[in-house]
């Protein structure tokens, strides 16, 4: 049977040359999505359900790395650390680049210079600003203990250990808030510059001070934003990985239960005991723990918009 030509005497219609066209430029990139993302994925949720450490062959294991999560005590204290780190990063982040983005948002003297220099820890390099930071929290050398020693008096013996012990998780969550506000804070910064000026001069006409403002105007009118940065801010909490093996791992990379985070983990499981089943059995709860976590936010903002 011959092919009947178009007008134009190609056998492709006009409509079949533009999807062509349209998929070469998407095809490079959902090759590399299917090659370096998808099969990876796919891959680690069948692993999850095997043995194998990266030689030998594959076993079929069952739900046995699954029911070993519930005697690891490292695994438990992942689980913890992560979720206490979460609880303190978001919150904290959130209300800090809400307020930063509020005060930079007002007609201040050199507010440009101010949100670069707010904005600057996060494009920093994460090396040098960890190592700044250790040489700040130093538990010996580093000012703020000096400052504790010398003007608040705190006994030699009773100066916190930053890094190290009880205190380490602080550390992160404090070191995360003051890296990461700044982004958040340019989110905040576009989502209040959407907000009319004319319901603030009418809340003003009605008598309304600087908090019922910010109550009954721009926090609602913020709904949105804060929903975003929420769910940005809980997954990649839970992702968290190089900044615990910056300030808590040391040169040698290696975590103490106090500090280890689930990322930490699943890499020392995969790539140091070479468990390759096991590591993917704890990947799959970090995925299916920042699943509900989304779900749950995502109805949460479902039900706020609907009322």
Not at 57 to 85: C, E, H, M, V
Not at 123 to 136: D, E, F, G, R
Request: aromatic letters at 16%; a positive charge.
């Amino acid at each position: 049977m011959s092919k009947t030509k178009t007008k134009s005497g190609s056998f492709l219609s006009r409509e079949t040359k533009r999807n062509l066209i349209a998929y070469s430029f998407i095809a490079p990139n959902f090759i590399g999505f299917c090659v370096f993302t998808l099969i990876p994925i796919i891959f680690a949720f069948a692993l999850a359900f095997m043995k194998w450490d990266g030689s030998n062959p594959i076993q079929w294991a069952g739900f046995s790395n699954f029911t070993r999560l519930t005697d690891d005590i490292f695994f438990k204290a992942a689980l913890k650390n992560t979720i206490i780190y979460c609880l303190g990063t978001v919150p904290l982040t959130m209300i800090a680049s809400l307020a930063l983005a509020i005060v930079l948002n007002q007609k201040v003297k050199g507010r440009g210079i101010f949100r670069t220099l707010s904005f600057f820890p996060y494009v920093a390099s994460l090396v040098a600003i960890t190592s700044v930071w250790k040489m700040l929290f130093h538990p010996s050398k580093g000012p703020v203990n000096n400052i504790l020693f010398n003007v608040f008096h705190v006994p030699q013996e009773n100066l916190p250990q930053w890094f190290s012990g009880g205190l380490v998780l602080f550390s992160m969550i404090l070191f995360s808030v003051w890296k990461y506000m700044g982004y958040y804070m340019v989110i905040y910064l576009a989502g209040l510059q959407g907000i009319s000026s004319e319901l603030y001069e009418a809340a003003g006409l009605d008598g309304a001070n600087t908090w019922q403002k910010f109550r009954y105007i721009t926090w609602p009118q913020l709904s949105s934003t804060t929903f975003f940065v929420v769910v940005m801010l809980t997954i990649n909490c839970f992702k968290v990985y190089d900044i615990a093996i910056m300030l808590a791992g040391g040169g040698s990379g290696e975590l103490t239960t106090s500090a280890t985070v689930l990322v930490y983990y699943i890499y020392q499981k995969a790539f140091i005991d070479w468990d390759l089943g096991y590591s993917s059995a704890v990947a799959m709860v970090l995925f299916l723990l920042v699943l509900v976590v989304t779900i749950i936010q995502f109805r949460g903002q479902a039900k706020r918009d609907k009322a």
